[in-house]
């Protein structure tokens, strides 16, 4: 079943201590995207690949970072984590096309600040 | 800029009673709308969008232009349908591919 893989779904990581969280598809998509989701809220997005293009929000902060080194693969990378950045944070991919190509969603990987 | 607006957080009603689940939007260039459904310990997927006009597992939407809602509606509830509902907004006419989501409405239903 082609799916949208994401790794692991629970993550621990210090206060200020760099995290990875990685996003794998077995999809073909070409477009990639990462939300965060804190609690109670809506998924916000932070960034998304077309292909090796990378489109950052501006709100986004730069202390969150990706990589797509091919296109099954896609992390995310989180420099100094802070305690706000607790939150879920959920993988998409979509096909290219005309108009809207809905969105596959991961299961998500669920970050803790200690 | 775009915002979506769904102004219930927790939506109860009885197994059989009609359902209506809002949403309103903003958005100054032309919208396309959709309903993500989100049930327990699954992932976030695709309900319907407003461009196809169907009805998926019993539920419908109208994007309402007039009003800038797009608000989901089932006539008879199932205790099934109980999820968390994103309704989520892509500006077409931008060419952006991302979706702007609103905060979510859990609906309950009760046997």
């Known amino acids: 079943d082609a799916m949208v893989i994401q790794n692991p779904r629970y993550q621990v990581t210090q206060f200020g201590k760099p995290v990875t969280l990685s996003c794998s598809q077995t999809l073909n998509h070409n477009v990639m995207y990462w939300y965060q989701q804190k609690s109670s809220q809506a998924p916000k997005l932070l960034f998304h690949y077309y292909d090796k293009d990378f489109n950052n929000e501006a709100d986004t902060p730069d202390n969150f970072q990706s990589r797509r080194p091919n296109t099954s693969f896609c992390f995310l990378d989180i420099r100094s984590p802070g305690l706000g950045d607790a939150a879920m944070y959920l993988c998409?991919?979509?096909?290219?096309?005309?108009?809207?190509?809905?969105?596959?969603f991961g299961d998500g990987t669920r970050l803790s600040i200690l | 800029a775009q915002r979506v607006t769904q102004p219930e957080k927790l939506l109860s009603v009885f197994k059989g009673a009609p359902v209506e689940l809002k949403c309103n939007y903003s958005?100054?260039?032309?919208?396309?709308l959709f309903w993500y459904v989100q049930y327990s310990r699954q992932r976030l997927q695709l309900l319907l969008r407003h461009i196809s006009r169907e009805s998926i597992k019993g539920f419908t939407a109208d994007l309402n232009k007039g009003e800038t809602s797009f608000h989901l509606k089932k006539p008879f509830a199932q205790e099934e349908d109980s999820a968390m509902y994103y309704c989520a907004l892509s500006g077409r006419d931008t060419g952006r591919r991302a979706l702007t989501f609103g905060s979510g409405t859990r609906l309950q239903v009760q046997p």
């Open positions: 958005y100054s260039g032309s919208p396309e």
């Open positions: 998409a991919t979509s096909r290219p096309g005309q108009g809207y190509q809905p969105q596959h």
